[in-house]
């Protein structure tokens, strides 16, 4: 299954994704995370990328599709692929779609958590207590949520167009949303079963 994961920051798109990949025994590709370590390993794409990331900007679309080219080439992507955090611009969605048109994979689904906006800020000022993560300062997670609704949200009608956009209340514990994905994901897969 190739499944694109999009939520607004806090959402817990990336606790989700976790027990999904593990759910559905397919390979993960956090756009957020491979970002972190290139900032990590120090490199000069890394510093580049670490310059939008600690301001909550997104990092430029031509560097994020030369890093997610390259690691779509990776064999383990091959036949599925939980994408999380990726696409967040129409212009990454219409490049996935033509590298995915290119493999003859489309896309399976579209997965959409949704929580309102009280709800995701309390939720990042935890996880900054908690993790220590360098975006999640108010300032930056206000610009991050502005960033979704001018970027991101654009990307659910792409995807509602296409037939592929399946929403999820993502308001509750991890547990409970857990279950609202799966449900949403059997629903989708029954009728091509
Ligand atoms: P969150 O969903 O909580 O904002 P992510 O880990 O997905 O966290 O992303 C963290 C930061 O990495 C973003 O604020 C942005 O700067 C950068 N980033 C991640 N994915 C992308 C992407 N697809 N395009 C551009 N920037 C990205």
């Known amino acids: 299954m190739l499944i694109v994961f999009i939520g607004p920051p806090g959402s817990g798109k990336g606790t989700q994704a976790k027990r999904l990949i593990a759910h559905l025994s397919i390979p993960h590709l956090s756009t957020g995370e491979i970002l972190r370590e290139a900032k990590a390993s120090g490199s000069s794409l890394g510093q580049l990328a670490a310059q939008y990331m600690d301001e909550g900007r997104l990092v430029p679309d031509p560097l994020v599709l030369a890093m997610v080219g390259e690691k779509l080439r990776e064999p383990k992507f091959a036949d599925g692929c939980l994408f999380d955090g990726f ?72 995807y509602r167009f296409q037939g592929v956009l399946t929403p999820v209340d993502a308001m509750g514990t991890p547990d409970e949303v857990f279950e609202r994905i799966k449900t949403a994901i059997d629903k989708r897969r029954r009728p091509k079963a």
């Open 87 to 158: 696409p967040r611009t129409l212009q990454q969605a219409r490049a996935l779609d033509e590298s995915l048109a290119e493999r003859g994979t489309p896309l399976d689904m579209a997965l959409e958590l949704k929580a309102d906006d009280n709800e995701l800020v309390a939720r990042m000022l935890r996880r900054a207590s908690a993790e220590g993560r360098a975006d999640d300062n108010p300032q930056t997670i206000s610009h991050r949520m502005e960033v979704f609704r001018q970027q991101t949200a654009p990307l659910l009608d792409y």
